[in-house]
């Protein structure tokens, strides 16, 4: 399984860049950029901070996928 996510999408949406939205859920921006290129996947409670900023349910903002290599 994968997790996909739209935090890049929707942080530009919001017209904010990674350095603000790390500032609103008390994450480094390295972190953020991570999150966004799918190398890091967040902590339930990093999920949920991200999520509520943009005002969607977590399942907007991430997505779990099937591998296709997995069974």
């Known amino acids: 399984m994968a997790i996909?996510?739209?935090v890049k999408e929707l942080r530009a949406?919001?017209?904010i860049n990674?350095?603000?939205l790390g500032s609103l859920v008390n994450a480094s921006?390295?972190?953020?950029?991570?999150?966004?290129?799918?190398?890091?996947?967040p902590?339930?409670?990093?999920a949920l901070k991200i999520s509520h900023v943009f005002q969607k349910n977590v399942e907007e903002v991430f997505m779990l996928t099937e591998d296709e290599y997995e069974q």
Do not use: F, P, V
């Open 4 to 6: 996909l996510n739209r």
């Open 13 to 15: 949406a919001m017209g």
């Open 18 to 20: 990674q350095q603000e």
């Open 29 to 41: 921006r390295q972190t953020i950029s991570l999150i966004e290129r799918g190398d890091y996947n």
């Open 43 to 46: 902590s339930i409670t990093l």
